[in-house]
């Protein structure tokens, strides 16, 4: 509640504003946001006089210009004659693929070790406590050197590849596999396979409330197991299997055909996801420990067992307690990506942060694209993570 | 990370001071008494630190003839390592007064990056460096190799060109430094390493079995390289440009670091070595530098002749031949303009 002073009428509207609480925090925010905007405008203002005056324009014309460089994974088309605007969404996007695969990773190996960490058993405890201890205290730059350096020396060359079935063949140039090639009846699977996603989101709230209202419960895992993999798989075998694989094959320097997944984006999604998992691990401990035991002696009492306490009691109150913290490592994860130029890795900082910056000499201009997308992209998550806090939040009833 | 960090803190410091481009490079070098030089991060014979630490090597040498001319002492250097990425940034931001980093001059170095190149020092090539029990006699039996190229050089333009002109393909694996391209290299990352025939020269001396491995015949670009310096003075410019003339010079008309006293110590009969000399004519005043500019470059450092020898030459572990860059009267297309 905000408490208005009452105002003598004979005041002026300025000091009545001025007085009272609310408008005041209003005119002050308003006037703090001016002038963090004055001040950057008067930056960027300085910036681009200063380098007209050494004859360098400020322009981001760069952007449609050839790029005249290759890149050697990119997710969408891209080759030497595409212009650096396109070399910048090739960024873009392996910095997006690196960073999603490696939260979750990170979080799936993280409340492993979370869970680890609190096991009764000594030594299994103790094992996770010397991973967290060693992985938390080197610097992750070291470790996305040390991945590579392990991938390129220790994996064979491509003549000597270890294969897996001769179809999948692990090198130090990445891991080639077959690719899947889809032919139009696979539609039809994936038609099915979008079907039972509806209709188990349906099925999921029919069970809740079946069980709210009478008590009985249904086993809705398996159940969605079974129909969002089981049925589009049984069709798929009735369609005839309707894909076709290209498998790769060694053709002089190296395999062609295929997939491939490069050590780059290897030794990157490992180093950064496998540390990462460290903080994420402690902060898991932290979220199970931070949840009274005698919630848990108390769902004990009600005849409980083990697996539904931990499900239905415990991990939704420590999800409370480890969402907040997660978020700031899934951001830090994300940021750390861009260590990714150390070996290689063709992300954001690599393409429009580095060899577009380079080549065209247009510091500012791209120093600012890539602050802007990172913001942007820390932004997003920060977001996503707020929202599923708030879903998560105690419902008081 | 880091690197790009640095660019962004220069680039924004570089654009709130703001540059002052007409400052004159020459009294800020003499007010300081050290010479701020822009090399690379460790290229052995061009320019890289020795056992005990001095830098050394063809390009540092440069910068010691730099040195010596304006400060008198080819040892007042410091030395600011510089990635491919960096070194632009480095010299325009005013962290370095020059630079020497096997640099290739370019049209767009030189009018969209605002460089000022001096003569060229050393012409060169990009080439193959490839291991022998490859079987590859030939460029053009490369396709679907994975090719080593160091970012931000002219090197990873050339290569993507070179490819696509005849229809091939590759897999680029981008390093930052020489070191890392060696490391990359000798892992088996790469198949083949490219960069300057020079560099690639450098690069095999330091594997653990040099024989092992060849440069390819092919060299599919034209690679001038020279010092360079920024934009904005004129005098600065002049002071690099005559200071790589005078060793060039120097080795033409038979001055050395070993007679270079005996020549020089008084007019004798040949005005084009008393020129250079100082004891004719007075060239140093049109560069605001004094007479003896040139005898102490030439006495610290040596001719070019002296320069190449020692650190790239026939009997350097680079064993580079002077083919192009021999003086233009012994078969090459080393020309510098006369001092007059
Ligand atoms: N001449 C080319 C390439 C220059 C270049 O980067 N050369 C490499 C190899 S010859 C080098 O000097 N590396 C030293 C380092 O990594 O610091 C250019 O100017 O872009």
């Given at each position: 509640?905000?408490?208005?002073v009452?105002?003598?009428p004979?005041?002026?509207?300025?000091?009545?504003?001025?007085?009272d609480?609310?408008?005041?925090?209003?005119?002050?925010?308003?006037?703090?946001i001016?002038l963090?905007?004055?001040?950057?405008?008067?930056?960027?203002?300085?910036?681009?006089?200063?380098l007209?005056?050494?004859?360098?324009?400020f322009?981001?014309?760069?952007?449609?210009q050839?790029?005249?460089?290759d890149?050697?994974q990119?997710?969408?088309?891209?080759d030497?004659?595409s212009?650096?605007?396109?070399?910048m969404?090739v960024?873009?996007?392996?910095?997006?693929?690196?960073?999603?695969?490696?939260?979750?990773l990170?979080?799936i190996v993280?409340?492993l070790?979370?869970?680890?960490?609190?096991?009764?058993n000594w030594?299994?405890?103790?094992?996770?406590?010397?991973y967290?201890?060693y992985?938390?205290?080197v610097?992750v730059?070291?470790?996305?050197?040390?991945?590579?350096g392990l991938?390129?020396h220790?994996?064979p060359?491509?003549?000597?590849a270890?294969?897996?079935?001769?179809?999948?063949?692990m090198?130090?140039?990445?891991?080639?596999?077959?690719?899947?090639?889809?032919?139009?009846?696979f539609?039809?699977?994936?038609?099915?396979?979008?079907?039972?996603?509806?209709?188990?989101?349906?099925?999921?709230?029919?069970?809740?409330?079946?069980q709210d209202?009478?008590?009985?419960?249904?086993?809705?895992?398996?159940?969605?197991?079974?129909?969002?993999?089981?049925?589009?798989?049984v069709?798929?075998?009735?369609?005839g299997?309707?894909?076709t694989?290209d498998v790769?094959?060694?053709?002089g320097f190296?395999?062609?055909?295929g997939?491939?997944?490069r050590?780059?984006?290897?030794?990157?999604?490992l180093?950064?996801?496998?540390y990462t998992?460290?903080?994420?691990?402690e902060i898991?401990?932290a979220?199970i420990?931070?949840?009274?035991?005698?919630?848990?002696?108390?769902?004990?009492?009600?005849?409980?067992?083990?697996?539904r306490?931990?499900?239905?009691?415990?991990?939704?109150?420590?999800?409370?307690?480890?969402v907040?913290?997660?978020?700031?490592q899934y951001?830090?994860?994300?940021?750390?990506?861009?260590?990714?130029?150390?070996?290689?890795?063709?992300?954001?900082v690599?393409?429009i942060?580095?060899?577009?910056?380079?080549?065209?000499?247009?510091?500012m201009?791209c120093?600012?694209?890539?602050?802007?997308?990172?913001l942007v992209?820390?932004?997003?998550?920060?977001?996503?993570?707020?929202?599923?806090?708030?879903?998560?939040?105690?419902?008081?009833? | 990370?880091?690197?790009?960090?640095k660019i962004?803190v220069?680039t924004?410091a570089?654009?709130?001071?703001g540059?002052?481009?007409?400052?004159?490079?020459?009294d800020?070098?003499?007010?300081r008494?050290?010479?701020?030089?822009?090399?690379?991060t460790?290229?052995?014979g061009?320019?890289?630190?020795?056992?005990?630490?001095?830098?050394?090597?063809?390009?540092?040498?440069f910068c010691?003839?730099?040195?010596?001319?304006?400060?008198?002492?080819g040892?007042k250097?410091?030395?600011?390592?510089?990635?491919?990425?960096?070194?632009?940034?480095?010299l325009?931001?005013?962290?370095g007064?020059i630079?020497?980093?096997?640099t290739?001059?370019?049209?767009?170095?030189?009018?969209?990056?605002?460089?000022?190149?001096?003569?060229?020092?050393?012409?060169?090539?990009?080439?193959?460096?490839?291991?022998?029990?490859?079987?590859i006699?030939?460029?053009?039996?490369?396709?679907?190799?994975?090719?080593?190229?160091q970012?931000g050089?002219?090197?990873?333009?050339n290569?993507?060109d070179?490819?696509?002109?005849?229809?091939?393909?590759?897999?680029?694996?981008?390093?930052?430094?020489?070191?890392?391209g060696?490391?990359?290299?000798s892992?088996n990352?790469?198949?083949v390493y490219?960069?300057?025939?020079?560099?690639?020269?450098?690069?095999?001396?330091?594997?653990d079995?040099p024989?092992?491995?060849?440069?390819?015949?092919?060299?599919?670009s034209?690679?001038?390289?020279?010092?360079?310096?920024?934009?904005?003075?004129?005098?600065?410019a002049?002071?690099?440009?005559w200071?790589?003339?005078?060793?060039?010079?120097?080795?033409?008309?038979?001055?050395?670091?070993?007679n270079?006293?005996e020549?020089?110590?008084?007019?004798?009969?040949?005005?084009?070595?008393?020129?250079?000399?100082?004891t004719?004519?007075?060239?140093?005043?049109?560069?605001?530098?004094?007479?003896?500019?040139?005898?102490?470059a030439?006495?610290?450092?040596?001719n070019?002749?002296?320069?190449?020898e020692?650190?790239?030459?026939?009997n350097?572990p680079?064993?580079?031949?002077?083919?192009?860059?021999a003086?233009?009267?012994?078969?090459?297309?080393?020309?510098?303009a006369?001092?007059?």
């Amino acid at each position: 509640m905000s408490e208005t002073v009452a105002v003598p009428p004979q005041r002026n509207a300025i000091s009545r504003l001025w007085n009272d609480k609310e408008s005041r925090s209003v005119i002050i925010q308003v006037i703090t946001i001016s002038l963090v905007f004055a001040f950057m405008a008067y930056i960027i203002h300085n910036a681009v006089v200063n380098l007209q005056a050494i004859g360098k324009g400020f322009s981001y014309n760069f952007l449609w210009q050839p790029s005249s460089y290759d890149i050697n994974q990119h997710l969408i088309e891209y080759d030497s004659r595409s212009t650096h605007f396109r070399a910048m969404l090739v960024g873009i996007l392996n910095t997006i693929l690196v960073a999603i695969c490696g939260i979750v990773l990170a979080s799936i190996v993280g409340f492993l070790l979370g869970v680890l960490r609190l096991s009764k058993n000594w030594i299994i405890n103790r094992l996770a406590y010397c991973y967290i201890e060693y992985v938390r205290n080197v610097p992750v730059l070291l470790h996305i050197l040390l991945v590579h350096g392990l991938i390129v020396h220790a994996f064979p060359v491509p003549r000597q590849a270890i294969s897996i079935g001769d179809v999948t063949f692990m090198t130090n140039r990445g891991i080639f596999s077959p690719k899947p090639i889809y032919e139009p009846l696979f539609l039809v699977v994936i038609a099915l396979f979008l079907l039972a996603l509806a209709f188990m989101w349906w099925f999921r709230r029919y069970a809740q409330k079946v069980q709210d209202e009478t008590g009985q419960h249904y086993p809705v895992f398996w159940i969605g197991l079974g129909t969002v993999i089981g049925v589009p798989l049984v069709f798929f075998f009735l369609l005839g299997s309707p894909i076709t694989w290209d498998v790769p094959e060694l053709k002089g320097f190296n395999f062609a055909g295929g997939m491939v997944v490069r050590p780059e984006f290897i030794a990157l999604l490992l180093a950064l996801s496998l540390y990462t998992a460290a903080f994420i691990g402690e902060i898991v401990r932290a979220g199970i420990l931070g949840v009274y035991y005698g919630q848990t002696e108390a769902s004990y009492a009600l005849g409980i067992n083990r697996g539904r306490t931990l499900s239905l009691v415990v991990i939704p109150q420590a999800l409370r307690i480890i969402v907040p913290p997660l978020t700031s490592q899934y951001l830090n994860l994300m940021k750390n990506s861009s260590l990714a130029v150390a070996i290689g890795y063709m992300d954001i900082v690599a393409t429009i942060g580095g060899i577009s910056l380079n080549q065209t000499g247009r510091e500012m201009e791209c120093m600012i694209i890539v602050l802007t997308l990172y913001l942007v992209m820390s932004l997003i998550i920060s977001m996503i993570m707020n929202w599923y806090n708030r879903h998560i939040k105690l419902v008081e009833r | 990370m880091l690197k790009s960090l640095k660019i962004a803190v220069i680039t924004i410091a570089l654009s709130i001071i703001g540059l002052s481009a007409n400052a004159a490079t020459l009294d800020d070098v003499q007010a300081r008494g050290e010479l701020n030089c822009v090399v690379t991060t460790g290229l052995a014979g061009f320019a890289a630190p020795d056992e005990n630490g001095r830098w050394d090597g063809f390009d540092v040498d440069f910068c010691r003839a730099v040195a010596a001319a304006v400060l008198g002492d080819g040892e007042k250097v410091k030395f600011v390592p510089s990635t491919g990425k960096t070194r632009f940034t480095l010299l325009n931001s005013g962290e370095g007064d020059i630079l020497f980093r096997n640099t290739t001059e370019t049209m767009s170095r030189d009018a969209d990056l605002k460089l000022t190149f001096l003569p060229i020092n050393y012409y060169d090539g990009q080439g193959f460096l490839i291991r022998k029990a490859m079987g590859i006699s030939s460029a053009s039996e490369l396709n679907g190799a994975s090719v080593c190229i160091q970012t931000g050089t002219t090197t990873e333009l050339n290569l993507a060109d070179y490819f696509r002109a005849n229809g091939m393909s590759y897999e680029p694996v981008n390093i930052e430094t020489n070191e890392e391209g060696i490391a990359n290299y000798s892992g088996n990352r790469c198949d083949v390493y490219t960069t300057d025939a020079s560099g690639l020269a450098s690069t095999r001396a330091a594997l653990d079995d040099p024989s092992a491995h060849t440069i390819l015949p092919e060299i599919i670009s034209k690679e001038p390289l020279g010092g360079a310096v920024r934009h904005g003075d004129d005098q600065w410019a002049d002071i690099g440009k005559w200071v790589v003339n005078a060793i060039i010079s120097a080795e033409e008309l038979g001055v050395s670091s070993a007679n270079v006293g005996e020549l020089c110590a008084a007019a004798g009969d040949n005005p084009s070595i008393n020129r250079l000399c100082g004891t004719e004519g007075d060239a140093g005043s049109w560069i605001g530098l004094d007479s003896k500019w040139a005898v102490r470059a030439i006495e610290q450092v040596g001719n070019y002749g002296e320069i190449f020898e020692r650190h790239i030459g026939p009997n350097t572990p680079l064993a580079l031949e002077r083919g192009l860059n021999a003086q233009w009267t012994d078969g090459g297309i080393l020309y510098a303009a006369p001092i007059r």
